[in-house]
């Protein structure tokens, strides 16, 4: 059963750069036909596509934070991991990473999900 | 940017039909999905590709498609489908979209 466990600090200070990381067990990050996201949930709102990746380092971005994300992933440690800069009180949410199944250019959903890690930013 | 419409809240008596449904242009072309989040807990695929029914998830669980809109049913509703239900598609050019969301409440 593939399981996905983000980690990483629950605080971040303004302006600077928040850093998770996803752990995926139970199967390959480089299994084909899936590519791997992160989603994010302000405390009482809706979800938010960050960006997703795949196992070769082909990413694909939300055009609305494109300017202040990176995704990238580590096969030989079955990990990826999102850095957003600049970071401001806005991006105060919680950051969920998911399999991300793509099998066409109109086919493409999350499942499963991490359980999801909060990130705080305050100074 | 493109937006995914769907109704705040739906109210339903146990043992009745919820019906959600989610709005946008895009949906003539995209195929729709749909999640059901629980308090303090992430969000499980429930419908994908507007009608398909993953493992595991209930019966009662449906989806359909209808030009700009897809709706997601809930047959005989029971206590434990109270929940934040989120549609899912991508825009016309391949970006990926959340619904607004609908918090269904079992009376």
């Known amino acids: 059963q593939l399981q996905l466990q983000e980690s990483g600090p629950g605080l971040v200070k303004p302006s600077e750069t928040l850093s998770l990381t996803c752990t995926v067990s139970?199967?390959?990050?480089?299994?084909?036909?899936?590519?791997w996201g992160w989603i994010r949930q302000p405390p009482g709102k809706g979800l938010e596509w960050i960006g997703s990746?795949?196992?070769?380092?082909?990413?694909y971005y939300n055009p609305s934070l494109k300017s202040r994300v990176t995704i990238s992933v580590d096969t030989s440690k079955n990990q990826f991991s999102l850095k957003l800069s600049s970071v401001t009180a806005a991006d105060t949410a919680v950051y969920y990473c998911?399999?991300?199944?793509?099998?066409?250019?109109?086919?493409?959903?999350?499942?499963?999900w991490g359980q999801g890690t909060l990130v705080t930013v305050s100074s | 940017s493109y937006e995914l419409t769907q109704p705040p809240s739906v109210s339903v008596s146990p043992g009745q039909t919820a019906r959600i449904t989610c709005s946008g242009d895009?949906?003539?072309?995209?195929?729709a999905y749909w999640y059901q989040q629980k308090p303090g807990q992430a969000p499980v695929l429930v419908i994908y590709?507007?009608?398909e029914r993953p493992s595991g998830i209930p019966e009662r669980f449906s989806g359909s498609s209808s030009g700009t809109a897809v709706t997601l049913t809930i047959s005989g509703v029971q206590a434990e489908d109270e929940a934040d239900y989120y549609c899912?598609?991508?825009?016309?050019?391949?970006?990926?979209?959340f619904g607004t969301g609908t918090k269904v409440t079992v009376l």
């Open positions: 139970g199967g390959s990050i480089s299994s084909s036909s899936y590519y």
């Open positions: 990746i795949y196992y070769s380092g082909s990413t």
């Open positions: 895009a949906l003539p072309k995209q195929y």
């Open positions: 899912q598609s991508a825009d016309s050019s391949g970006d990926y979209v």
């Open positions: 998911a399999r991300h199944i793509r099998y066409n250019w109109n086919e493409n959903w999350f499942d499963p």
């Open positions: 590709k507007d009608s």
